[in-house]
């Protein structure tokens, strides 16, 4: 049966080979097997179940969490000439009996469902009654309550055992980690399934990760590399995403805000565009992205930190399906800690399942804060193995810098211990440096020992240090006392000096080294644009109602008019420019900067 495999993969597919597992998986799937398959997306794992399935005699059954998903590959496989079909709530009663009828007439080789339509007993009866080839469970990880995208359909799938015996069954996922490999195992009663692992690897991928300053304008700068591209940005809440939908969309960008918070009609149409259209912009929730099989998306962007280093390597390998250059793009800061910290614990959830939910937060803020190649870290968490570094990350192609923080970790430490472990990071940065506020004197904190004892950090950098302090375990937030910030057991060795602390440079808003330059004076050959630049400087200042030189002093103007720059990072080298007006006013004076070159 492998040559008919063969066949099919060549004259209806139009591949001349197999790629990586797939001739093992098909194979265990025609000798009548049940198979788990781990394929990173991208990987051909459709191809695993659609050949098996064409090559069996009777139907398979491919079970699929979401419309769209299943609207799009039966829509493929049709253009490939494939008798394929769906069940879902969007067919009207006749297409519905007309699925039905070509089930019953044995005119289908695929059908398409939705566990909770797949779960009906009259669905489950009526299907009884026909061939089935196999059954293949898509995005098999939803089965997990320990996942990063549970779904409770998922759950009663384990009946697919009884209901259709001696059908192979193939589950599969594009990330589990070992724990998430057995509960889908055990809760679908696989039969001893052969367990088939891809490597995780997506080279093509390049990851950066920030820390997050002024997020809009990290975001805007990062499009700048990623002009007419088609893309997507995650944010963790509806109103995020419209508000940055909206913003970008100001800004020149085909930006569309894609959450469960929109119409069904409105969701549709913006996935409609953003597959069909080039260089629009996906504006989202996780509601988005699962099983789009769009092969160009460029980037992948996160404005918010996502739950779990699974989540993550989910969301990121939407990128670069088609195997060219990507990016996945990430800023993330304490706030974000924080909010996932409380989300988890204030879930009605098991106190084992908030420890294993905490600890994946912990995974991840540690892999953002890594000083060592990202791929080599994000592979050896899925347990594999990468030797060397990538050299496609943003660690390998500009090392961070370490600093000796371990005096400033014992200030922090003993401040925290001395405020009585009772105060947020704000009010424990306010009595590090020394400030005078109202809460500061109520509590008489100014005669602590430690007050003003941190002033030579700013609060952005004391910030980054209680950020990887929590990270790597020294702090614990203690969501039930609002927010405070206490002290661990293993903070004991680092106030006693047992332990040295290094810690990764904060670089948040970190701008370009500036030289001093000579004092400037307009020539007359520059009088034109000298001329150009103010008199957008007054049109802005004019629309805003407010002076000239709160938009742009004389001495910014000449900079602009000497060096002439060409780019947001070269325009942001320019004294007097910083990011909020970058954001604000950068793109119309390199417009006209780019008149006049």
């Known amino acids: 049966m492998i040559n008919r495999a063969e066949e099919i993969l060549k004259h209806t597919f139009g591949y001349t080979e197999f790629r990586g597992l797939q001739r093992e998986v098909i194979e265990n799937t025609l000798d009548g097997a049940d198979s788990l398959v781990l394929m990173p997306t991208g990987g051909g794992k459709s191809l695993c179940y659609q050949i098996p399935g064409l090559v069996r005699d009777g139907m398979a059954i491919v079970v699929s969490p979401l419309i769209a998903l299943m609207q799009d590959q039966v829509s493929a496989l049709q253009q490939l000439g494939l008798r394929a079909a769906f069940l879902n709530s969007t067919l009207s009663r006749e297409?519905?009996?007309?699925?039905?009828?070509?089930?019953?007439?044995?005119?289908?080789?695929?059908?398409?469902?939705?566990?909770?339509?797949l779960l009906q007993e009259s669905t489950l009866e009526r299907l009884r009654s026909v061939d089935v080839s196999l059954i293949a469970i898509d995005e098999a990880h939803c089965v997990s309550q320990w996942g990063h995208d549970f779904r409770s359909d998922y759950l009663g799938l384990h009946v697919l055992q009884h209901a259709f015996p001696n059908v192979p069954r193939i589950a599969l996922t594009a990330t589990?980690?070992?724990?998430t490999r057995e509960e889908i195992k055990m809760r679908l009663a696989l039969f001893k399934p052969s367990v088939f692992v891809s490597s995780f690897d997506r080279p093509n991928i390049a990851y950066t990760v920030k820390e997050k300053g002024d997020p809009k304008a990290q975001l805007l700068s990062f499009l700048q590399d990623h002009k007419n591209e088609a893309g997507i940005v995650y944010c963790m809440?509806?109103?995020?995403?419209?508000?940055?939908?909206?913003?970008?969309?100001?800004?020149?960008?085909?930006?569309?805000?894609?959450?469960?918070?929109?119409?069904?009609?409105?969701?549709a149409e913006h996935q409609r565009r953003f597959l069909r259209e080039d260089a629009v912009v996906m504006v989202a929730t996780i509601a988005f992205g699962m099983g789009i099989d769009k092969p160009d998306v460029r980037f992948v962007a996160h404005l918010d930190l996502p739950k779990s280093m699974e989540a993550y390597y989910q969301e990121t390998g939407r990128a670069g399906r088609d195997g060219r250059p990507s990016a996945a793009w990430m800023v993330y800061g304490l706030q974000d800690v924080m909010r996932i910290i409380k989300m988890v614990q204030d879930s009605s959830a098991a106190?084992?399942?908030?420890?294993?939910?905490?600890?994946?937060?912990?995974?991840?803020?540690?892999?953002?804060?890594?000083?060592?190649?990202?791929?080599?870290?994000?592979?050896r968490y899925f347990g594999e193995e990468f030797e060397g570094a990538c050299g496609n990350c943003d660690v390998c192609l500009n090392p961070p810098k370490t600093w000796n923080a371990t005096e400033d970790a014992q200030k922090l430490l003993s401040n925290i211990y001395r405020t009585g472990q009772r105060f947020?990071?704000?009010?424990?940065?306010?009595?590090?440096?020394?400030?005078?506020?109202?809460?500061?004197?109520?509590f008489g904190h100014q005669k602590l020992s430690t007050y003003g004892l941190g002033a030579h950090h700013s609060d952005k950098q004391w910030r980054s240090i209680i950020r990887q302090l929590i990270v790597q375990g020294y702090l614990v937030v203690n969501d039930e006392q609002?927010?405070?910030?206490?002290?661990?057991e293993r903070a004991r060795g680092l106030l006693k000096g047992e332990i040295s602390l290094f810690l990764r440079e904060d670089t948040v808003g970190a701008k370009p080294a500036r030289q001093k330059r000579p004092a400037l004076k307009v020539d007359a050959a520059d009088e034109e644009l000298w001329e150009a630049l103010k008199a957008l400087r007054k049109s802005l200042a004019d629309d805003l109602g407010v002076p000239p030189f709160h938009i742009f002093h004389d001495a910014t103007l000449m900079e602009?008019?000497?060096?002439?720059?060409?780019?947001?990072s070269e325009l942001l080298s320019v004294n007097g420019v910083g990011q909020v007006k970058l954001e604000k006013f950068g793109e119309e004076f390199l417009s006209v900067l780019d008149e006049y070159r």
Request: hydrophobic share 35%.
């Open 482 to 488: 609002y927010g405070a910030i206490q002290l661990t």
């Open 95 to 117: 297409e519905h009996s007309q699925v039905m009828r070509a089930i019953y007439d044995g005119e289908l080789d695929m059908l398409y469902i939705a566990p909770e339509r």
């Open 560 to 568: 602009m008019v000497q060096y002439r720059p060409q780019s947001n």
């Open 424 to 442: 947020g990071s704000g009010h424990v940065i306010d009595v590090l440096r020394g400030k005078d506020t109202a809460k500061i004197n109520q």
């Open 176 to 179: 589990a980690d070992e724990r």
């Open 351 to 379: 106190d084992q399942h908030k420890k294993i939910e905490r600890s994946k937060i912990e995974s991840l803020l540690g892999w953002c804060e890594s000083t060592t190649c990202r791929r080599r870290a994000l592979l």
């Open 237 to 267: 809440s509806r109103n995020r995403v419209d508000g940055i939908a909206a913003w970008l969309q100001q800004r020149g960008v085909t930006a569309l805000p894609y959450h469960a918070g929109l119409s069904t009609q409105e969701r």
